[in-house]
């Protein structure tokens, strides 16, 4: 019995915990308050093959084309201790400051990316061409970490 009620007082705490983390990030944030989608691809009708990763709060997808077709759907849910290690990097970083576009001149055969991210009243739009923007790098391999069996 006694061990029977240790388990859950420590179930109770680690419980209480989580939703504290929740409704922490919630209350900072409010209701839809991050929002990532970052997506690569070649954006021509007759080459429709690209990559889509979507954060929405804690739910993650990840989406695969190739020829129109999608070939690969996976879903997680983001821990609270991700997220705000997520969401610590973006406070901490200068993505909002970022410039709308980022392009070579020169390179002409490579795919697109965009890049769109909301953080509570905060939103950015990036398009990226043939270029490594090392902030937008970093955040998306901890992102990319999360998705099952990804390999990029």
């Known amino acids: 019995m006694q061990r029977l ?3 859950n007082i420590s179930f109770l705490l680690i419980t209480l915990s989580v939703l504290n ?18 997506n690569i691809g070649l954006y021509t009708p ?4 690209s990559e889509t990763i979507t954060v929405t709060n804690s739910t993650l997808t990840y989406i ?16 609270d201790s991700i997220l705000i290690t997520i969401i610590s990097y973006i406070k ?9 576009n980022y392009f070579d001149p020169e390179c002409m055969d490579a795919p697109g990316q965009e ?6 009243d905060k939103e950015k739009l990036i398009s990226i061409h043939c270029v490594e923007v090392g902030s937008i790098r970093y955040l998306m391999a901890m992102i990319e970490k999360q998705i ?4 990029h």
């Not at 695969?64 to 821990?79: C, M, P, Y």
């Not at 890049?115 to 509570?120: A, E, Q, V, W």
Request: hydrophobic content about 30%; glycine content about 6%.
């Open 21 to 38: 983390c929740s409704s922490r990030i919630d209350r900072e944030y409010g209701k839809g308050y991050f929002i990532i989608k970052y």
């Open 115 to 120: 890049f769109y991210i909301k953080l509570g």
């Open 64 to 79: 695969r084309k190739e020829n129109g077709a999608i070939v690969s759907e996976k879903h997680a849910t983001l821990s």
């Open 148 to 151: 099952p069996d990804y390999h």
């Open 5 to 7: 009620r240790l388990f």
């Open 92 to 100: 901490q970083s200068e993505i909002f400051s970022l410039k709308d």
């Open 46 to 49: 007759d080459s429709p093959e």
